[in-house]
């Protein structure tokens, strides 16, 4: 039996553009938090092989969508990632959706950390003593290293989920309170 797609149908089928503008937003992603050049990062996956670099990646994609830091990072022993401010922004966005987190949950959840850390995964406010990306304050203990950006989002996402269900929510207690 073969399904047809088109008005009326039922079915909807995504273009090849859409298709095509995924992987090029990725493929940019990806290479600006490797620190990679985009068009040899195209070659390699063009002609069958996997880009260099894609190994060092701590977390496996469980790990950050669980929020856990265990594992592969405690095994590299140390910053096994770390990278500009927008570098993390954009690994941000990319765990937060993989949470379901786009549109405007990832607009409340930058904000929070724009308001916190713009990002930065070593600031530390003198006062209280809060650092990383998610500022965070509570004994940080496993997964929340100094300059590690990824184990710091995973903490960041599991926070919010478990203390706020969402960023929305989130955002709107940091609006109210002046910290969330």
Same mark, same amino acid.
Not at 72 to 83: E, K, T, Y
Not at 157 to 162: A, D, G, N, Q, V
């Given at each position: 039996m073969s399904a047809s797609t088109g008005p009326g149908s039922g079915l909807t089928g995504v273009s090849g553009t859409a298709i095509a503008a995924a992987f090029a937003g990725l493929l940019l992603v990806w290479s600006g938090i490797k620190g990679a050049k985009v068009t040899t990062a195209l070659r390699s996956v063009l002609s069958g092989k996997q880009p260099a670099g894609t190994n060092a990646y701590p977390l496996t994609a469980a790990q950050a969508t669980a929020g856990t830091g265990s594992g592969?990072?405690?095994?590299? $022993?140390?910053?096994? #990632? $770390?990278?500009s401010d927008a570098a993390n922004q954009? +690994?941000?966005r990319l765990m937060a959706a993989a949470k379901g987190w786009t549109g405007a949950q990832w607009t409340a959840l930058n904000n929070i950390v724009m308001a916190e850390s713009g990002w930065s995964d070593t600031v530390t406010n003198p006062g209280s003593g809060a650092a990383g990306i998610a500022q965070n304050i509570s004994g940080f203990g496993p997964g929340y290293e100094s300059g590690n950006a990824p184990q710091q =989002?995973?903490? +960041? +996402? #599991?926070? =919010?989920? #478990?203390?706020? $269900?969402?960023?929305?929510a989130a955002w709107a207690f940091h609006l109210?309170?002046?910290w969330y």
């Open positions: 592969p990072v405690a095994a590299a $022993g140390g910053n096994p #990632s $770390g990278g954009a +690994l941000g =989002i995973a903490w +960041l +996402l #599991s926070y =919010i989920k #478990s203390r706020y $269900g969402t960023p929305e109210a309170n002046g």
